[in-house]
T-cell receptor
């Protein structure tokens, strides 16, 4: 079964600064990997997903993530943070149909 | 297109009462999932269905929880009797096969048991 580790439960970034959220997975087989975002009192929205087509994946709202098999990582980045990026971000992985394993989440705070 | 629709959005109930959460998946999706989100345990998969058949219910916490999917467009998650520790956000999600495992979530049902 997959396990997903997100480093840092809280991240604070300045508006305009780089956003970097770390995610590592455990698997002997490259899984499907996802980043979801959850705004306060809302459901989870898919930001992007990796399905082996390309190691650098671009998502919505200017986010992208890079799959690195050697590091079993799938870190999420955005070059310039916006106030509207304040939310909780979840990394998730699955190696079978639909059984997503979520990380614990990283709360992003954006300061002016 | 309509997304995954859940009801009720918010429910407050007394301990011991029966709670029924409802979900309408995205039309054409053949997988349906129920997740629970709490501060302590994060996001947990409770059960999932494929073509209306329960495939894996190993995440259902105990016998007080039950889930059904009588047809392709409707599912329920029932808690009977409810307990304060069941307070959580319950998400329904759906997926279509061969979509790269992309799961779409509803807005959640926020349950408080007092």
């Amino acid at each position: 079964a997959q396990s997903v580790t997100q480093l840092g439960s809280h991240v604070s970034v300045s508006e305009g600064a780089l956003v970097l959220l770390r995610c590592n997975y455990s698997s002997s087989v490259p899984p499907y990997l996802f980043w979801y975002v959850q705004y306060p009192n809302q459901g989870l929205q898919l930001l992007l997903k990796y399905t082996s087509a390309a190691t650098l994946v671009k998502g919505i709202n200017g986010f992208e993530a890079e799959f690195k098999k050697s590091e079993t990582s799938f870190h999420l980045t955005k070059p310039s943070a916006h106030m509207s990026d304040a939310a909780e971000y979840f990394c998730a992985a699955s190696d079978s149909w639909g059984k997503l394993q979520f990380g614990a989440g990283t709360q992003v705070v954006v300061t002016p | 297109d309509a997304g995954v629709i859940q009801s009720p959005r918010h429910e407050v109930t007394e301990m011991g009462q029966e709670v029924t959460l409802r979900c309408k998946p995205i039309s054409g999706h053949d997988y349906l999932f129920w997740y629970r989100q709490t501060m302590m345990r994060g996001l947990e998969l409770l059960i999932y269905f494929n073509n209306n058949v329960p495939i894996d219910d190993s995440g259902m916490p105990e016998d007080r929880f039950s889930a059904k999917m009588p047809n392709a467009s409707f599912s329920t998650l029932k808690i009977q009797p409810s307990e304060p520790r069941d307070s959580a956000v319950y998400f329904c999600a759906s997926m279509v096969a061969n979509s790269g495992n992309t799961i779409y979530f509803g807005e959640g049902s926020w349950l408080t048991v007092v």
